[in-house]
């Protein structure tokens, strides 16, 4: 495929601009008459408004209006919404409680919006906030996953009795009760999925232009999905028609889900720009995005695995309550159900899987998708379950694996998902060589010699990526389709455009999907050019998130581009006089196969654009548009095995070795992929290690910055050794399957397995801080 | 942050000047935690005097055995500091450990411990030594310079511009961070100075930092690390938070002291 | 509203700002180099990181007034025009950035730790000398291998000129 084409480890086009701080974030926008707003949110965790006075705000210096959620209500902007409907097991709808993007009477979590402040600076703006007097009347709180729904606790929503959202079922019930009375054994478990805040390194930010006299809005925003933005605030809040709003996400500072949704800011921004007539930008502070961003996981569960005799996995049954905050963020639901239970059935044979979940209010941040989004806390139940058997029964956890490996395919798995392709053991081997298994106990050995106890732990993950296949999703609740688009746009002199609706915010679209187009033409990688992230460019797209850029985006250029090769080779068949089934493209020519005749690639161009010569009938130009809606999901798959040493005196954990088998399908680009590994590796150590979303009793949050909720730094981390097993992916024409989720699936169970190993105490939960460590060891001994 | 007015002291008069003419002023240091507080709104100084800027401030300097540290000095100046490191490497390595490379570019000695943060470093440094905190009316020793949580000896207007301190025999310092701020979770001192043995405690105390007599005494009797074995560190008088409860701060503290011993050699 | 002289990137620039102003909004907004970003408010991730007079500092605490007189290297003017400067040659090289937002605080970091330790940088110590960045796309291992293969190239340079 030569060194720019698939497979190719190309650095990044997009590079430069970065290293040389030519980046253009939302933040660096500035246009004429530009304001500043401050959101003014609520400090209480649950309290009724009773009244807002913004007089003497309004007469600060500075200050261009002050609005509110009465105002913003009777200019008809609508509710937020979650776009996936989830039906109770007794068919009724969930209860969606109202989420105004202004708070009217009630605020339900810290950080709530209620009113934003216009002003020629921020500093003014906020000092004029501190001079809007609020009334607040407050009221009980509740905060925990595992009490919400008790008698007696606080009411967030009138929709939604007890605070359950659904009540939600999947697979055999019967079936699993069945196989777990006759088990030979039966391993029981809680499992823990902690709560975490995404933390893209940019903050979320915004800025709404209304132009009076075409009355039309441009939106600036953080968004991992510019089209969908649009879509929703369109159809839904109400903001404005498709055609006169444009939506524009220019370079953004990760994402990792939390910048999938659309939150009120956008709406407000954009509603203010036309009531005050001034453009207005909001950009998040480090706490506001503590307070405001969707947190991910905050799933408490009950599990129970059964076995035969033979050690072979008999049915898996799982409890799970899960956490969606104050208001049911975009998606919300789909990430605890479809997202999450279709993939309980992990690497392994289980003949019968019973899932139930509830999904609560309570008085916190709303919780939705954030890296892995379900498949995470589906990997980390089955990956602690096993992991706990294999201990239980006295085998060792790789050969408790082993026996339960599926093994052929596509297999059909009791949790909807058909599995197309994949070779568990071979992940599996890898890792355990990679990490020289065999010569751990003698690795043990010598740290217990040094006072140190050392501990080893394997994870095998499986996920579905390539979101989605549009009506199978639309069968199960999706309010959109999950397909993608792109338009290859070739230029008179022969150089391209490739518009798509995939949005790069890190993960190297510009590159990779440069490569695709350079592979399959021979073209040079800088005639080509990717354009994403504007509504005006790109005529339609569902964004990027479930790792679906490479299978479902750079599928649908494969498509556009098979019908711009068509026409050229039409156009070049008839300038060559050859035939046309006899013209192939190679190396930036087409020519006739069997001959020495060719034409550069720019000149059939050039001749599809002048148009002097073109075949009877064909229209001039060389452009063509493609809509690509998958087959099927896919499944990439792998094996993480870590080792740990901890210090019995302090309870630190130092991660000795980290090493990650991926089988990912084909590879675009290895360079990007392996840094797409090691990101997610390090935001699941984190998971795993240091990161935890804390609210006290009352629903405060009390890691409300870098000082209190611990990010992984380089020193936490150590160098990873990353592997690749291929077994392409059948339903998609590259053979991808997707890797940005992958690291942060895998890497924490295989954590928490190694902790446990070395500590010899299984009850220990994420994230395992030097305390928790520290007072689990004591209370083994 | 709210509005505020800047002036830059030329020299330790200068300063004291501006301040005396601005009741709701502050000094100005490296700035790396009043900046911050202001920016969260919870500082509203009327006036900043910024000492950054007065040259005799500036620098660690080194006569025979005795240290003298300019106020303004940052950390990254007193870590490299080979003349300080041949007779007391430990100030350094404590110095080569708060916040961040960055921070301690701008960081200085005199604003940390007129701060007088309960995780920060320095405060165990010049507790442990005890070192004189030299201010631009009179010297205060350390034992009666830290007074509570983000309290100090410094009476309103007083400006410290140097803190001096003899060489010990030897000393060490081990710190246990705190996984999200990389504050001292526990931090450890210990010193054995011509007054005798000095251990200083931050990172743990609920008044900041403190000293450890049971320790002093083990260690007096005898310098080494199994001295601390048998010792209980009471976790009464703790802080208990979301990263550490008194009970393992308690812990902590014990392995920290064994283990500055020990790096202390 | 008080007048704020710097020297950035070799060139002599002033302002009026108010003095609450932090240095990174008057690099950004008056003199429209945004380049330096904000990640934080607690002076922890690293993502607004200058060189003051040749020293790396976090541009987010440090008023502007306060750096008034200095001299102000931000990631602008590592490198001459289309160039890239050994460092941000090397980050490209091994992929050590991703979404790109803490990248210029990484590279001026970088720099300013091979000024200090180039030619001794290990994995450990680079590892530590990140300690006041955060990065949360590339989980570090470019950059540590980024910043090591500059300090190599470097160091090689510097041999190769003696």
């Known amino acids: ?781 | 942050m709210y509005a505020t007015s800047y002036h830059r002291a030329s020299s330790v008069e200068d300063a004291v000047k501006l301040k005396s003419a601005h009741d709701e002023g502050k000094y100005l240091s490296g700035g790396m935690t009043l900046i911050s507080t202001m920016k969260q709104r919870l500082a509203a100084p009327s006036d900043l005097i910024d000492l950054r800027h007065i040259p005799s401030l500036r620098g660690v300097r080194i006569e025979g055995r005795k240290v003298t540290i300019g106020a303004a000095t940052p950390h990254a100046d007193v870590a490299a500091s080979r003349e300080l490191a041949a007779i007391c490497p430990a100030l350094c390595q404590l110095a080569g450990h708060i916040g961040d490379p960055h921070v301690r570019h701008m960081g200085t000695i005199g604003g940390s411990i007129a701060n007088n943060d309960p995780a920060a470093d320095y405060p165990a440094g010049v507790l442990g030594l005890g070192a004189t905190v030299v201010t631009d009316r009179r010297s205060i020793s350390a034992d009666d310079f830290f007074t509570g949580l983000f309290e100090t000896a410094l009476a309103e207007g007083e400006m410290v511009t140097a803190v001096t301190f003899e060489a010990p025999e030897k000393a060490g310092y081990a710190k246990f961070n705190n996984p999200a701020s990389r504050f001292a979770m526990t931090g450890v001192f210990v010193a054995k100075t011509a007054g005798g043995v000095r251990v200083a405690v931050t990172g743990a105390g609920s008044s900041g930092v403190f000293r450890h007599s049971g320790f002093e005494q083990a260690l007096a009797g005898n310098w080494s690390a199994d001295a601390l074995s048998n010792i209980t560190v009471d976790s009464s008088g703790l802080m208990s938070d979301l990263h550490a409860n008194a009970e393992y701060r308690a812990n902590l503290v014990k392995v920290m002291a064994r283990r500055a011993v020990a790096s202390a050699g | 509203m008080t007048k704020v002289t710097l020297t950035v990137n070799g060139r002599a620039m002033s302002g009026e700002c108010e003095d609450r102003t932090l240095l990174v909004n008057f690099i950004r907004e008056k003199l429209g180099l945004t380049g330096t970003h904000v990640g934080c408010d607690t002076t922890q991730c690293g993502a607004c990181v200058v060189h003051m007079d040749g020293r790396s500092v976090k541009s987010c605490s440090i008023l502007a007034v306060q750096a008034s007189g200095s001299t102000i290297t931000t990631i602008e003017g590592l490198a001459g025009q289309g160039e890239l400067h050994p460092v941000q040659a090397a980050f490209k090289e091994h992929h050590g950035l991703q979404c790109g937002f803490c990248t210029p605080g990484m590279v001026m970091t970088a720099v300013d730790m091979i000024n200090r330790e180039g030619g001794s940088l290990t994995e450990e110590k680079v590892r530590a000398g990140l300690e006041g960045n955060i990065c949360r796309c590339t989980g570090y291992h470019n950059i540590v291998k980024a910043i090591l293969a500059a300090d190599a190239e470097m160091a090689g340079g510097r041999q190769a000129a003696e």
């Open chain 1, 1 to 781: 495929m030569g060194v720019e084409g698939i497979g190719a480890r190309v650095t990044r086009k997009e590079d430069k601009r970065f290293l040389t701080g030519k980046g253009r974030y939302t933040d660096d926008m500035t246009v004429p008459g530009m304001k500043y707003a401050y959101f003014i949110r609520s400090p209480h965790a649950h309290a009724r408004v009773k009244g807002i006075d913004a007089s003497a705000a309004r007469s600060m210096p500075g200050v261009i209006d002050v609005l509110d959620g009465k105002q913003l209500q009777a200019d008809g902007i609508g509710n937020l919404i979650c776009g996936w409907m989830i039906h109770s097991k007794d068919g009724s709808p969930m209860k969606m409680g109202a989420w105004r993007p202004l708070a009217v009477d009630t605020v339900r979590y810290v950080g709530d919006a209620i009113a934003i402040v216009v002003a020629d600076s921020l500093g003014e703006a906020r000092d004029a906030a501190e001079a809007v007097v609020i009334d607040y009347e407050p009221l009980p709180a509740v905060t925990e996953t595992a009490v919400a729904m008790a008698a007696g606790a606080p009411q967030l929503h009138p929709e939604a009795p007890n605070n359950l959202i659904f009540d939600w079922q999947l697979g055999d019930g019967d079936a699993a009760d069945r196989a777990i009375a006759s088990a030979a054994h039966v391993t029981e478990i809680e499992i823990h999925n902690n709560r975490l805040s995404p933390n893209p390194m940019e903050p979320r930010a915004t800025l709404g232009i209304y132009d009076g006299a075409e009355d039309h809005y441009t939106c600036y925003t953080t968004s991992q999905n510019p089209h969908v933005a649009r879509l929703v605030m369109s159809a839904f809040y109400n903001v404005a028609p498709e055609n006169k709003l444009r939506v524009i996400a220019p370079d953004v500072g990760g994402g990792f889900g939390s910048k999938i949704y659309i939150y009120p800011e956008e709406i407000v921004c954009l509603w203010a720009s036309r009531k005050t007539g001034v453009p207005v930008k909001w950009t998040a502070d480090r706490t506001e995005a503590f307070l405001t961003d969707a947190h991910g996981r905050d799933h408490v569960s009950k599990v129970k695995m059964a076995f035969d005799a033979d050690n072979h996995i008999t049915a898996l049954k799982v409890d799970t309550i899960a956490n969606l905050g104050a208001y049911m963020s975009l998606f919300s639901s789909a990430v605890p159900t479809y997202l999450y239970a279709t993939l309980l059935s992990g690497q392994y044979a289980i003949p019968a899987i019973h899932a139930n979940v509830r999904t609560v209010y309570t008085n916190t941040v709303p919780v939705d998708a954030y890296r892995g989004a379900g498949r995470p806390e589906a990997t980390y139940l089955l990956e602690r379950t096993i992991e706990t058997a294999a201990r239980e029964l006295g085998i060792s956890p790789a050969e408790l694996r082993r026996k339960n490996f599926i093994r052929t395919f596509p297999y059909q798995t009791p949790v909807i998902m058909n599995y197309d392709a994949g070779d568990y053991e071979a992940s599996l081997n890898a890792a355990m060589q990679a990490a020289d298994w065999a010569g751990f106990e003698a690795r043990r050995a010598t740290s217990e010699a040094n006072g140190k106890k050392r501990g080893i732990g394997m994870s095998c993950y499986i996920e579905a990526c390539g979101i989605a296949p549009s009506a199978a999703v639309g069968s199960l609740g999706a309010g959109v389709g999950l397909w993608e688009s792109a338009e290859v746009r070739v230029n008179a002199v022969g150089t391209i455009e490739v518009l798509t609706g995939s949005h790069s915010h890190g993960q190297g679209h510009e590159t990779t999907f440069a490569q695709l187009v350079a592979g399959r033409l021979g073209v040079p990688i800088e005639s080509i050019n990717i354009v994403h992230g504007d509504t005006d460019k790109v005529q339609m797209g569902m964004g990027t998130y479930g790792s679906r850029s490479g299978a479902v985006g750079m599928s649908a250029v494969v498509k556009a581009l098979e019908k711009v090769e068509a026409k050229a080779k039409k156009i070049a068949a008839h300038l060559m006089e050859a035939a046309e089934e006899d013209i192939v493209i190679e190396n930036g020519e087409l020519k006739v196969a069997g001959t020495d005749k060719a034409l550069p690639w720019f000149q059939v161009a050039l001749a599809a654009y002048t148009a002097h010569n073109l075949p009877s009938g064909m229209e001039p130009g060389l452009k063509e548009t493609a809509f690509y809606d998958p087959a099927n999901f896919t499944f990439p798959a792998g094996c993480y095995v870590a080792e740990v040493e901890i210090d019995p005196e302090t309870g630190e954990t130092d991660i000795v070795q980290f090493v990650a088998a991926d089988d990912f399908g084909n590879i675009i680009n290895p360079l990007i992929v392996e840094g797409q590994v090691h990101g997610g590796i390090a935001q699941g150590i984190g998971q795993a290690l240091l990161e935890n979303v804390q609210y006290d009793a009352n629903g405060q949050l009390l890691t409300a910055s870098y000082m209190d909720y611990a990010m992984p730094r380089a020193d936490d981390l150590p160098s990873f050794k990353l592997s690749h097993q291929n077994t392409p992916c059948p339903s998609n024409p590259l053979g991808i399957k997707g890797c940005g989720e992958a690291g942060a699936i895998g890497s924490p169970p295989a954590l928490i397995n190694a902790i446990t190993d070395a500590i010899g105490n299984n009850g220990l939960t994420m994230p395992a801080t030097p305390m928790k460590v520290w007072q689990a060891l004591h209370a083994a001994h």
